[in-house]
Structure formats: C-alpha cells, structure tokens
C-alpha cells in the first residue's frame, strides 16, 4: 500500500547579511513603526487615526469620514489591487517578499528565535537533543516572549476601534468589553500561530496570492533566478582550483541557498510557485561568489529573455519598462490623483432628506399646503457649523420651521422641518424640489434633492 501522504518538515532558516536583507529589514522596521506607532499619535483632541465603528465614524487625522464615503474605501482598493498588479509585473512577488504581515511577522518571530536559541545548526543541535534545563528555559522564554508580542499586536490591532488610551485604562481596571477581549486575542493567537508555527505553510496552502500573481508574470518580469548556463555542472572545489580543467560550472554546490530560503525551495530548480521572491538566496550566493573570487549574480534578479539572449542591465530595463507596465502606471496614477482630487474639494458635511411618511400632505390652518420632512445633517469638520436650509422648486416654496441649524463637531444631528406653498399655487401631483444647505461662514453647501406632494 503506497501512501501519497508526507509530513511536513520543519524549516530552519539560516540567516543571511546583503543588500536583499537589508531591504527586507527596512520594509519590517517601516511597517510596524506605522501599526504600533499610529494609534499613539493624536490630532488635536482626539487620536489620529480611529475607525469609530459604534459611531459609524472614521478618523484619519484632519478627515472625518461617514459610511456616506465608501467610495473612498473603494478607490483605496482600486489603488491597492492595481499597485499589485504593477508591481508584480514588474519584480514578481515584491509585496510578498518584503511588506505582507505574514513575511514581516515571520522575520520578527525568527528574529527572537534566533536570539535565544541561536543560528539554523544551534535550532537544530536543540530540537534534536533531549529533554534538559536549558532546553525548558529557552523554550519558555521564546514562547513568552512571542506571546507578549502578539498580544501587543492584537492590543494595538482594537486600538484602532476604541481609542488605545482608554484601552488601556479598561485593561489596568478589567473593564474590557467582551468583543475587545475576543479580537485581542483572536488576533494574538493569529500572530502567534502564523508567524510562529505555520510560517511557510501559510504562504504554500493558504494564500491565494501566489497563484493568481503567477499569472501576471511574463517572460520580461524580474524574478529571482539562477543562472543554469554559467552554474552548471555544479560541485565542490578548492578556491584554487582550476575550473575549466575540472568542467565545473560557478556553482559549488554548498546547498546555502536552499538554507536561507523561508519557504525551503532550491532556486536551481526553477521558478517555483513557493518563492516568494524575498532574495535571500540571491544574498548568501553573492557571498560566497565573493569568498571564491567569481563574478556576483549567479543568483540574481532577472528575466527568463535577458538569461536566453544574455541581455545587459540596460536592456533589461528597457524591457521591463514595456507598454503594460505603462499602462498600469498610468491607470495608477490616474486613479490616485483622481482620490485625491475628490477628498480635496469634498464639502465638509453630508445632507440626508426623508420625507415624513406619516403626512404625505396636509393644509394647514392659515390655509397653506404642508409637506413634511426629516433633514439629517452630518457635520465632518471638527467644530461646531451653523447651517441655513433653505428650499426651491415651486413658486412661493418656503420652509416655516428653524432655517438656521447648529451642529456640534464630528456630530449629525436630525432636524424637522415643514415646507409650505400657497394652496392651489402648484397642480396635483409630485413636484421636485431642491433644498440647499449652506455652511455659515463658509462657501461650502449641499443641495439635496426630494418632492412636494400636491393632493389631487
């Protein structure tokens, strides 16, 4: 009976120093200084950036934003999904190499893992050695310390729903709510599993990224690669020996490559739907080409057309700069400056209009003809506004209730109002009508479309 079943094996990467490194350490340090740092930051009164959900508000420094703006969201989709597409047509799997949390979080973790326990042969020599002291301690002490991380990281993840100052005072007085507890630690206990246990299988089994990004790449998209044509035949030799009389290719075979690699893949063999594209690989190989004396970039960033027809840097780029990387640049930038262009000339305030559907219509005792209506305005700015409501649309409309409406800051407030015309100045039926909205003190204003009712 043959089973098709192999156990998982554990990977234990070595670590690695070059230039590849060190711009993946950058993208770490950049992006976890904005998640934590963020929810500490504060805008005048208020924290810098909080999605009040209970509220149905959103802040982002000076914006104030309703769920009325969701198109906002959109947009920020759109730019996000198209940057993807460029910049994986461009280098291949950058975003998962340098910037996704699984990546960034997995580097953190193998960061402390290997502070305490110590490089890829010490992790292995403890693994592999019997129950000790020493082993408990350093255990333990990892474990703790990637379970204060990624509560911390769960904490700071709520901090962005509820206010992270008051957070913390529900924490000191053990008054979190039941929902703060659960995502705190739903999303610790994510952290600690993903970055922690998992690592590579959430990029090989779980993710969807590195099969539809696959379909994006062409044969002028910079992958990591190897050079087959100047490795081969590979094998150990002595750093003086002749190369050419032992029909050795650059590659010595030290395997380092495959013991640098996150996901653990021998880039020899290929582009493989596990790379992730991070050029560790690419690092350790130019270290040891260095060690050697031979030329760097026998592991390199590369097309499949500059390997076939043994292009030069110049070319290369001249080809990567082709017209559907254009096209996605110039979609790009349209669609950001377009966002930014909307949230630049977008009126500080919101207008709702409902009809009061209690009293379609009614005539009045001075022997006027009434329409009723709810009017919700919602003030985004962050002080208190005055608002004139007036109406138009039929001879004679007029509002007879409170034309002049204050609203507190970051607030919407509910007003009723009546509008009225002279009884048989309008034929039956429904009427459009406009009421405007103007900001005091401001040129902002909204008109806001609805009906007059006119009774046969």
Known sequence: MVSLYAASKKIYPRSVEGIFAYWRWIFVVLTQLIFYGLPWIEWGTRQAVLFDLASRRFYIFGLVLYPQDFIYLTGLLVISALALFLFTAVAGRLWCGYACPQTVYSEIFLWIERKIEGDRSARMRLDDADFS???????????????????????????????????????????????????????????????????????????????????????????????????????????????????????????????????????????????????????????????????????????????????????IWQRVMRPKVQIYTMILVAVTLGLLVSLGLRTPFKVD?????????????????????????????????????????????????????????????????????????????SHKIQFEVQAIGSDDFVIEKSVFIVPR
């Open 353 to 429: 209009v409902v009809r009061d559907r209690s009293t379609l219509s009614r005539i009045t005792e001075s022997g006027t003809l009434e329409n009723v209506y709810r009017l919700q305005i919602m003030n985004a700015a962050e002080v208190p506004r005055t608002y004139h409501l007036s109406v138009n649309g039929l001879p004679n409309l007029k509002i007879t209730t409170q034309t002049d409406v204050t609203v507190e800051a970051a607030q919407a407030r509910w007003v009723v109002l009546s509008a009225e015309i002279p009884y048989g100045s309008a034929d039956s039926g």
């Open 133 to 315: 002291l020493e082993k408990l301690v350093k255990k333990w002490y990892k474990h703790f310390i990637w379970i204060f991380l990624s509560i911390w990281t769960g904490f700071t993840f709520v901090g962005y729903f509820t206010p992270i100052r008051e957070l913390v005072m529900e924490f000191f007085l053990t008054q979190m709510s039941s929902w703060e507890l659960f995502w705190v630690f739903f999303y610790a206990f994510a952290t600690y599993g993903n970055a922690g246990f998992m690592r590579e299988q959430v990029c090989k089994y779980m993710c969807p990224y590195a099969r539809f990004q696959s379909a994006m790449f062409d044969n002028d998209t910079l992958i990591v690669t190897y050079d087959a044509e100047r490795g081969e035949p590979r094998g150990p030799r002595a750093k003086s020996a002749d190369v050419a009389a032992l029909n050795l290719g650059a590659c010595v075979d030290c395997t380092l490559c495959v013991q640098v690699c996150p996901t653990g893949i021998d880039i020899r063999d290929g582009l493989q739907y596990e790379c992730i594209g991070c050029g560790a690989c690419a690092d350790v190989c130019d270290t040891v080409m260095d060690k050697l004396g031979y030329a760097k970039g026998l592991v390199r960033y590369s097309t499949q057309n500059a390997l076939d027809n043994k292009w030069t840097p110049q070319q």
